[in-house]
């Protein structure tokens, strides 16, 4: 597999002359002669366009019966995929429910229950074969949870899935709740049930939607789902061990605090900054305060943080509505060694919803693009799956006909197979194509 870092090496000269407009509302396409992977062809069964040479299938659906006899749950958002034993790939699949939606399916156990039942939202197991990506088995493993949103893979073989609910008992969403919410909860992939879960207090309470592993550190970064939203890092106090604890801190810049673009154009595609680090106290936040804390310290603020990825020694951050058109933005953050400071520039700014909108779930491709789900809810929905070249040039990956969003993009760990959430109606979707047919 060609390394991010290696393809732009190869194509960067080639993105070299392509450059975008300004943020439009909602105008055409920027002048930009981008084939990609071709035009995208009308799906007859109405679900998913995609190219030429691309094809999907459902390996499963909201009500399909699982192993464990409970039926696949509704609002499938994040996902991370793994390399199993015996030829068996594991795609561990977020469920984004609150306290008093579902089917009513009665789960054994959970982390918290609302007028005696387990809470609905947590994880779902798909077990497949490598090979014909037959599934296997599906099962829920975790359960007692609320609006679990995104995620991350850890570089140990986890699913980092994230509470999107710093929901307090009596509060609204929090009426019957036994305990605190706002949590991050670890999946191993190696589960094979329902786990007896522990929050991760040390990670802290807030709104959370993504995390992502720098697997050389261990650190873990994570987003905030807010509109004055701020990046936060964990350093744990052992790599690999989140339970022992750590250090949670927010992304600050000497002299500038907003990264929005929102009242004025403060941040240029391609300007680094100098990134530095703030502790966090209080980091259980009963009062959900840890972005104005944050901010307090100096922390740069960021419009919606949502997807996150950690690409080649670099870290790429979705926010779903920066930018002067609120079309949303990408950040690629840098981490420092003893010779070089962290940074952090502004990668992409879409300049039109026609051309990004919304950018929420993010993943880094084999040949090193970006590729991003959509999210944004209109009278027409028109989510795509968005790539992004190595030069912050966006183009069409595939366009989803439900009203509804996708979530949850993940490759295989050989590349050859993207899988991706249809969020509601939950089904889960295994993408394969010629990858290697990009044009420019």
């Known amino acids: 597999m060609i390394s991010r870092r290696k393809f732009i090496d190869r194509t960067s000269a080639a993105f070299a002359a392509l450059t975008l407009l300004s943020c439009t509302d909602g105008g055409a396409d920027a002048p930009v002669n981008l084939v990609g992977y071709g035009p995208l062809k009308p799906d007859p069964e109405g679900l998913l366009d995609l190219p030429d040479g691309f094809h999907y299938r459902v390996l499963s659906r909201l009500g399909d019966v699982m192993d464990d006899g409970a039926p696949v749950p509704d609002k499938a958002d994040g996902m991370g995929c793994f390399q199993g034993a015996n030829g068996e790939l594991i795609l561990v699949r977020n469920h984004e429910l609150r306290p008093h939606e579902g089917d009513g399916t009665l789960i054994p156990a959970g982390f918290d229950s609302a007028d005696g039942r387990v ?119 052992q790599w690999g061990s989140l339970h022992r604890g750590g250090k949670l801190q927010a992304m600050a810049i000497d002299g500038l605090g907003d990264l929005r673009n929102w009242e004025q154009h403060s941040v240029t595609t391609g300007q680094k900054f100098t990134v530095r680090w703030v502790d966090m106290q209080d980091v259980e936040s009963p009062n959900d305060d840890l972005r104005y804390q944050a901010a307090a310290k100096g922390a740069a603020v960021i419009a919606r943080g949502e997807g996150i990825h950690m690409g080649d020694d670099e870290v790429f951050v979705c926010s779903t509505s920066g930018g002067s058109g609120k079309c949303g933005q990408v950040f690629r953050y840098k981490p420092g060694n003893a010779d070089a400071s962290d940074t952090v520039e502004l990668f992409f700014e879409s300049p039109s919803h026609a051309l990004f909108n ?51 993009a993940c490759f295989s760990p050989d590349g050859n197979v993207l899988f991706v959430n249809v969020f509601s109606p939950t089904r889960t979707l295994a993408i394969t194509g010629e990858w290697g047919r990009f044009v420019t």
């Open 358 to 408: 919304s950018g929420d779930n993010i993943t880094v491709a084999p040949n090193g693009h970006l590729v991003v789900c959509e999210d944004q809810y209109t009278a027409v929905v028109d989510n795509y799956l968005r790539g992004l070249t190595p030069n912050g040039v966006p183009y069409k990956m595939a366009r989803l006909r439900l009203q509804t969003e996708l979530a949850g």
């Open 119 to 237: 809470l609905p939202g947590g994880t779902t197991h798909i077990v497949l074969d490598n090979a014909t990506l037959a599934v296997k088995r599906q099962f829920r493993s975790l359960g007692g949870t609320i609006r679990n949103c995104s995620g991350g893979v850890t570089p140990w073989s986890s699913w980092l899935s994230c509470e999107e609910a710093p929901v307090n008992p009596g509060e609204r969403y929090g009426e019957g709740l036994g305990q605190s919410h706002g949590w991050i909860f670890e999946v191993p992939a190696q589960a094979s049930g329902l786990l007896n879960p522990l929050p991760l207090r040390a990670m802290g309470r807030f709104n959370h939607e993504a995390a992502c592993v720098d697997p050389k550190s261990g650190i873990v970064y994570l987003t905030e789902d807010r509109d004055d939203g701020v990046l936060y890092r964990f350093v744990p106090e």
